[in-house]
Each structure stands twice: as C-alpha cells, then as structure tokens.
C-alpha cells in the first residue's frame, strides 16, 4: 500500500501592501514622511528660514498667527465656494446648451476656447478696475478659472449619448427637451461630478490669484503681506492651509460623485478615490 | 387593416448636397396590419437605414411612407425599437429601464405618477414573460447580455405600440439564447399581435419569426424577392430543420448570394 502524500496546498498570505487601514494611513504616512525628509534636509544643511523655513517653524507661525489665518482662509473659503457656486450654476446650463445644440455648440464653442485661453491673472487688474478692491474680483476669478472645466464636461456628457438611444427616444415620439432630462443629463453626471473635482481646486487657484494681485484680505493676501515682511514660515503657512483647504474640498467632491453616481463605477468602489 | 406600414419608392441618399452614398433606391414594402415581417440581405445593404426611414428619423430623399394611414414627415410617436446593443440606461433598474418609454408616450406620460402601481404590474409581467423574473431591481450591468436584451425588448413593448421596429437585436447573442428569445418573441407577438418589422441577417431566425421575408439587394438596397412562410401557428424550433423551411433558407440564400455578386 503506497502512501499517497498530498501536499499541503500553499497557504496564500495576504500581502500587506493589499492590507485596507495600511491602505487608508498611506496619505497620511507619505505626508509625514515629506515632512520629516524636509526637516532633515533643512536642519543638515541649515537653511536659513526666510528661504526654506522647517516645517516645525512652519506650524509655530501657523500656530502663532492661527487667529489671521483663521479669518483669512474662511474669507478665500467663501469667495472660492461663491465663485464655484456660480461656475456649477452656468456651467451647467452652458453645457446643456452647447452638448445638445451643434448650432450653439458651433457657434459659441471657438469664442469660449479664446476666452478660456486668456491668462486669468491678466483679468484680475481689470476686474479690481471695475469693481475695487474686495471680494468681488476674487469671487469672479474663483467663477471665471473653474466653470469652464465644468461646461466642457457636461458638454461631452450629453453630447456623447448613444445614437441608438436617441434614436429609441425620438421614435417615442419624445421632444429634444425629454431627452435631454431623461438620458442626457444623467449620463453627463459622471462628468460633471468629475469636473468638480477638478474644478474646485482651480477655483482655489483662483481666489488666491485675485486675493495676491489686489485684496486687503484672505490667504493670496496673507501670504503677500507675509513674504514682504520676510515672515517667511507664515507664508508657507498660508501655502499649507490652501493646501488642506483644497485636499477637503476635493474630498467633499469626490464624496458627492461616489454617492450620486455609483452607477458609472459599477459599484466597484473605484471611484472614490478620495 | 391592409398596409398598416406602406413604403413606396424610397430612395435615400446620405450628405445634404446629394453626392452622398446612394443607401436605398426605389425600395417598396407593404406590411399588413398584425403581420410580422423580416427584411433581410447582404451587410451594408441599407437594412438599418430602412428602418430609420420608416419610423421617420430621417427623411427619404425620394419616395415616402405611410403608416397607419398617415404620411410620415416626422418621427413617428408609436413605435417600439430594439437594436443589436441593447442600450440600457446603467442608472436606472432594469424595471425603471423597461418603463422609460411610459413617461415618454402619451397618454401614459401624464398618468404613470398616479398609477404607477399598475405601470409597474404591468412591467413585471412582461419581463417575467421573457424570463427575467427576479431581476427587476438589479442594474443592467449587473445582467448578462442575454438578459440585457431581453429587458430592452421588453422595454420596446411596454407602451403596447402599434410598430415595433427590431434591428437584430438577436444578432450579438450566442445560439441557444437567441433561439430562446426567437420562442419568447414569437408568444408575445401571439399575444398581442403588433406589427413587426425584423432586419436580420440570420435567415432561420427570418423563417422561424415572420409570415413574409423581403430579400434587399445590397447597397444601393431595393427589395429583390419576396418570400411567404407557410408555416403554422405558433412555430416549433425543430420546425426550422424540416425540409421546407430548410429549402427556403438555401432560396434566400442564393437571392442573397446573387445580389452579393453584382455589387
């Protein structure tokens, strides 16, 4: 009677690369190791502070002017949330119009191309012209810099709808109206909750432009005061809480696309990169 | 009623200034009311070209359509359409898929909020009939093609049209699905007796489903013959191995082959 061995199947080991919480403090684990590198780097070298401060001199100016910096960012907050507010508002309708028209889209497509085309700072001096000093020009910024990633995305979206479908739609005898809200600007969501994304951290950029080239308040003017009083780690400080502020915003973003259109990512979880 | 679908010399040509591709020339067909039909012919024959010229999506460049007494000059608001992809909306369940063109035609549109428990009754049933009972709140891609197309099916004759216009939507199936869809297709049209216009190119499915097949000519397409199925009601699928139905798949097909040879 032979003995038959049978060999133990290999165990597979979940590898720790696959491991979920190891995956979830990955962000957290590779800013803080930026920050230590950059520690090192400035303590060995010793850079003076009014070029590269460290970043423990970094959160002391954050933590000693925390009332300014408070103020502040919740003014570039607010205009940047205006300003975005405004870009989804006619970003939307802009790109309903243009995806669903090929007249509009013919039309008015170049000129926004042209106009997206112009370096926004160029606009803000004329903006400050118009309106002074204040939050007006950085809201326009904010608006003007995100709501063309906005429009272009909707205008895929529904532009991009199978023939077959408009073809089931119109011999329902359905109007232009009908399929543009029952096909169209469901299947422009994805892009349009992806273009927010995009969107709010330019909208961000843009705040912070109007804010450094003429305003007597928020981050972009913190960060301008700061620097031409050579406190250089308070500017970093502002540059790193623009930096949270964006991170959170996309965050907020991408929490909103996950749970609004599931549906494109296929319930895989893929889409919430977050 | 006698030519509920009644096509006389179309002719069609892509492009707007005429120099387009000649797609159908001097094509005529007569469907009789309740009477299934299957177009069939060489590919790139202008089958699906057909079928957007009769349900109005596009205008013949010569030539028009009557259906249901009526000259068509727009698209029509009562027919029911299938394709090869069965284009499902990915946000909706396939039951609020197969319902999509209740909020469309009237005078469902106006009535599907107040009675929507009936609308839905009304879905069930039909995807039960073809065999996706149990499915109703799953998303289409959670299903097989197969089952995909069904619901689209399904979602062609929920609004019980008068015209249901098929362009192969059994044609990306495998074998055994697609007969068992052809058996499905085959008791809803007993049951409710719409018009039927079917283009395919696979000629057993032409003899298994229609009463009259149209062979078209390939492109410029014009209907070469005309062939009546004498086979009674409702039809067994060993029915498509006898020699009768066998003798008139090789006719259609030698009318096919010749009309591949002179394009």
Same mark, same amino acid.
């Given at each position: ?15 720790? *690369?696959?491991?979920?919480n190891f995956r979830r403090a990955l962000p957290w684990l590779v800013v803080a190791a930026i920050f230590i590198i950059w520690q090192f780097f ?58 669903? *028209? ?115 308040s928020g981050i972009g003017n913190l960060m301008l005061v700061a620097s031409s009083r050579f406190e250089v780690p308070l500017a970093f400080a ?15 973003? *991408? ?20 | ?41 060489? *590919? ?220």
């Amino acid at each position: 009677m032979s003995e038959i061995v049978v060999p133990a199947a290999p165990r597979r080991r979940r590898k720790f *690369s696959r491991n979920k919480n190891f995956r979830r403090a990955l962000p957290w684990l590779v800013v803080a190791a930026i920050f230590i590198i950059w520690q090192f780097f400035v303590d060995a070298f010793q850079i003076e502070p009014f070029v590269l401060p460290s970043p423990t001199a970094i959160f002391a100016a954050g933590w000693q002017w925390q009332g300014p910096i408070l103020v502040n960012a919740w003014q570039t907050f607010m205009t940047t949330a205006v300003g975005f507010f405004f870009a989804i508002v006619f970003g939307l309708a802009v790109g309903v119009a243009i995806g669903s *028209s090929s007249l509009i889209y013919d039309g008015f497509y170049p000129a926004l191309v042209g106009f997206n085309t112009i370096p926004k700072v160029a606009v803000v001096p004329i903006l400050i012209i118009w309106f002074g000093v204040g939050s007006v020009p950085a809201i326009i910024t904010a608006f003007l810099l995100s709501f063309f990633p906005i429009l272009v995305n909707v205008a895929t979206g529904i532009a991009t709808v199978e023939p077959e479908l408009q073809d089931v739609l119109r011999a329902l005898g359905a109007s232009k109206w009908q399929t543009i809200r029952k096909v169209g600007l469901p299947r422009a969501m994805p892009y349009f909750f992806a273009s927010l994304k995009v969107a709010i951290t330019v909208a961000f950029v843009g705040s912070i432009i109007a804010e450094t080239v003429g305003s007597n308040s928020g981050i972009g003017n913190l960060m301008l005061v700061a620097s031409s009083r050579f406190e250089v780690p308070l500017a970093f400080a502002g540059l790193l809480v623009t930096g949270a502020m964006g991170i959170a915003m996309y965050a907020v973003a *991408s929490f909103i696309e996950v749970r609004m259109t599931g549906w494109a990512t296929r319930g895989s979880g893929m889409g919430g990169n977050t | 009623m006698k030519n509920f679908v009644d096509m006389y010399d179309v002719s069609l040509r892509y492009g707007e200034d005429g120099d387009g591709t000649l797609a159908l020339e001097n094509a005529t067909m007569r469907v009789d009311s309740g009477e299934f039909v299957a177009v069939v012919g060489p *590919s790139g024959c202008g089958k699906s070209t057909l079928m957007k010229v009769v349900t109005g999506l596009w205008a013949p460049t010569k030539g028009g359509i009557i259906v249901d007494g009526k000259e068509v000059d727009r698209p029509l608001s009562i027919a029911g359409m299938a394709f090869q992809n069965p284009t499902m909306l990915p946000w909706r369940t396939t039951l609020d898929n197969v319902m999509l063109p209740l909020e469309i035609v009237q005078p469902h549109a106006s009535k599907i909020r107040r009675e929507r428990k009936m609308y839905e009754a009304k879905a069930r049933d039909l995807l039960a009939l073809v065999g996706l009972k149990g499915f109703e709140d799953k998303f289409p891609w959670q299903l097989s093609g197969g089952m995909q197309q069904r619901a689209s099916i399904c979602r062609a004759l929920i609004h019980d049209p008068a015209l249901l216009m098929l362009d192969e939507p059994f044609g990306a199936l495998d074998m055994f699905t697609r007969e068992e869809l052809w058996l499905a297709m085959q008791d809803i049209w007993l049951a409710r007796r719409p018009t039927v216009v079917l283009v395919t190119h696979d000629l057993r499915e032409a003899v298994f489903l229609a009463d009259r097949i149209f062979v078209m000519s390939a492109r410029p397409g014009r209907m070469i013959a005309e062939r009546k199925v004498e086979l009674p009601r409702p039809r067994a699928l060993s029915m498509t191995y006898e020699p009768y139905t066998v003798g008139l798949v090789l006719d259609l097909r030698d009318h096919i082959s010749a009309a591949r040879e002179v394009a």
